[in-house]
């Protein structure tokens, strides 16, 4: 099992459209596919129509009051099941402290999963703490949708310190450009300064309506536009990242 967790220190810089979406195309290539939404905001599990069945769900799964397994829906498509968040996930900080103790219980949560899954995709909570550091030490790889812009790029290069600060492995963070404008100067700029970094995909999403239309459809772009050119670019995106952590 592969896991991709969706991070950036910022919201709303399409991390959780990215997360949906790769895992959308993972599953359609016949991968079975786990979403685990970790974001207070729920947006992956609302995406998806699957609230969560118990409150203080993910406390309960810490604490080793429940099952994974049990808290495991399937969607409406096929091959992709989630793991939905709820509202108690706003004090996950509190639960999972900074201890190593605290990462080692987190990492076998996720550990668990391995062989009943093909990948597994986490949509992190944004901002940084106890809780990113637990899925910094469990996942294969940190992906970061950034937006082409300074504060934006200051979100990436601060993930990239962290990395280096605490000895992690700097191949296991990547990052692609979202919410491209094509327009705009500076866009053109920072994509043409960045793409030289090796952890930088060459694709990268644009600023598209029909990709804030997943508000309406419930449903990847991918499902609901096939043909469009936001799902092609999603594709292009998932083949170069696949290629990226399948090396």
Not at 61 to 86: R, V
Not at 114 to 137: K, N, R, T, V
Not at 141 to 149: F, Q, S
């Amino acid at each position: 099992m592969t896991t991709i967790a969706l991070y950036n220190i910022k919201g709303g810089v399409g991390k959780t459209a990215g997360c949906v979406n790769l895992a959308y195309l993972a599953a359609e290539e016949g991968k079975k596919v786990l979403i685990w939404d970790l974001d207070p905001q729920g947006s992956a599990s609302f995406y998806f129509s699957v609230e969560a069945k118990l409150k203080g769900g993910i406390k309960k799964l810490l604490t080793g009051e429940s099952q994974l397994d049990a808290s495991i829906q399937a969607t409406e498509f096929e091959n992709l099941w989630m793991l939905p968040a709820d509202f108690g996930n706003r004090h996950l900080d509190v639960l999972v402290d900074s201890t190593k103790q605290s990462k080692k219980k987190f990492k076998s949560l996720v550990g668990s999963l391995q062989g009943e899954f093909d990948y597994l995709f986490i949509d992190c909570p944004p901002g940084i703490g106890p809780l990113s550091e637990a899925i910094f030490a469990a996942a294969d790889y940190v992906v970061l949708p950034t937006i082409p812009t300074t504060l934006s790029i200051r979100t990436y290069e601060m993930a990239q310190q962290f990395f280096e600060e605490n000895q992690l492995d700097p191949s296991r963070l990547i990052a692609f450009f979202s919410m491209v404008d094509i327009r705009k100067n500076l866009h053109n700029e920072v994509i043409g300064k960045y793409y030289k970094h090796k952890q930088f995909l060459r694709n990268y999403v644009p600023y598209l309506s029909t990709v804030e239309k997943m508000g309406s459809k419930l449903a990847p772009v991918a499902w609901f536009a096939p043909s469009s050119y936001a799902a092609q670019c999603f594709r292009e995106v998932w083949k170069e990242l696949k290629k990226k952590t399948s090396a």
